[in-house]
């Protein structure tokens, strides 16, 4: 991960931010594929400052659901040039593979949404705990009782707050202005695909 530059915060080292993903308001809130997954994939930068070997799975599984994304856009790049029409023309030809990639990947990216959101909404709050709740209440419903454990490891991993918005950015005051607008945008992206993956469009 790049080096956080003087005087700027962890996210100015993204490639993309979710406030960079454009939507198109005037066709039903369509997202443009490449800045998601490039976005998306910056996310993972996050589980890098968070330090332990314990995020890995959380990591590796978002990395896997954005190349099932990726490998559909390249297969078939005309017809994937918004998240909605990259899931609606996948599922004609009866595979679901992308689609269900993006049902998993929105579901981790609301899962870090909801931690840091509510981490950053109260400043007396461990991220562990910040994080275990959002765990409760998006991933955990729909994982194994093989894979809760690895992921409730992670949860108890958790640096201390004030250790990680430290690696953040010197000026805490940018890191939250920052880090407020990026978890809004990553909010609204959410609502928008959870809206999305309800519909009979994208349902296989």
Request: net charge neutral; with cysteine.
């Amino acid at each position: 991960m790049a080096a956080v530059p003087p005087g700027g915060t962890v996210l100015d080292t993204f490639k993309r931010s979710f406030t960079d993903v454009p939507i198109d308001a005037d066709k039903n809130n369509a997202i443009s594929t490449t800045e998601f997954l490039d976005a998306a994939e910056s996310l993972t930068g996050m589980f890098d400052i968070l330090g332990s070997r314990a995020f890995s799975p959380v990591k590796s599984d978002i990395l896997g659901n954005v190349k099932k994304l990726r490998d559909r856009q390249l297969a078939a790049a005309a017809e994937s040039q918004t998240v909605q029409e990259l899931v609606i023309n996948e599922l004609k030809t009866k595979t679901h593979k992308a689609t269900e990639g993006l049902l998993w990947l929105t579901r981790g990216l609301e899962f870090t949404c909801i931690a840091l959101s509510k981490n950053l909404a109260s400043s007396a709050e461990e991220l562990s705990d910040s994080f275990r709740s959002a765990y409760g209440v998006t991933l955990k419903p729909h994982h194994s009782f093989v894979i809760k454990p690895i992921f409730s490891a992670a949860m108890s991993a958790c640096p201390y707050r004030k250790d990680f918005y430290a690696k953040l950015g010197d000026d805490q005051t940018k890191v939250t202005e920052q880090l407020r607008a990026y978890l809004a945008a990553l909010d609204k992206i959410v609502a928008i695909l959870k809206g999305f993956l309800e519909s009979k469009e994208a349902k296989w």
